[in-house]
């Protein structure tokens, strides 16, 4: 499975972001995804995720209500709604899947999409 993050940039403090995870391969056999971040100086983590038939999300505490993770699977393509963004957002983003069942089971990343809020 291949992932590519797209849709990063810079923004002003209370702007707007939409990234998109593109997955390709064998999409078939993937289950939950998410996005992570690692911000300068820190350590990479997770800003939230989504189950394989995007029924259940989850988010970090500092990313509630100003973010949005969905996914369409039609496309093979996970999507992230950043709103209200703040400094504090500044960061590389990652997209995970999580693929395969047992001891087949892996997980893929993408190289990551910079966003950066500038105050």
């Known amino acids: 499975v291949q992932l590519v993050e797209s849709g990063g940039g810079l923004v002003q403090a209370g702007g707007s972001l939409r990234l998109s995870c593109a997955a390709s391969?064998?999409?078939?056999?993937?289950?939950?995804m998410g996005w992570y971040r690692r911000a300068p100086g820190n350590q990479r983590e997770l800003v939230a995720a989504?189950?394989?038939?995007?029924?259940?999300?989850t988010y970090a505490d500092s990313v509630k209500g100003r973010f949005g993770i969905s996914r369409d699977n039609a496309k093979n393509t996970m999507y992230m709604q950043m709103n209200s963004l703040k400094p504090e957002d500044t960061g590389l983003y990652f997209c995970?899947?999580?693929w395969g069942r047992g001891t087949s089971r892996q997980l893929f990343w993408g190289q990551g999409t910079q966003v950066t809020v500038s105050s």
């Open positions: 989504i189950t394989s038939d995007g029924g259940i999300t």
């Open positions: 995970n899947a999580d």
């Open positions: 391969g064998s999409t078939a056999s993937i289950n939950a």
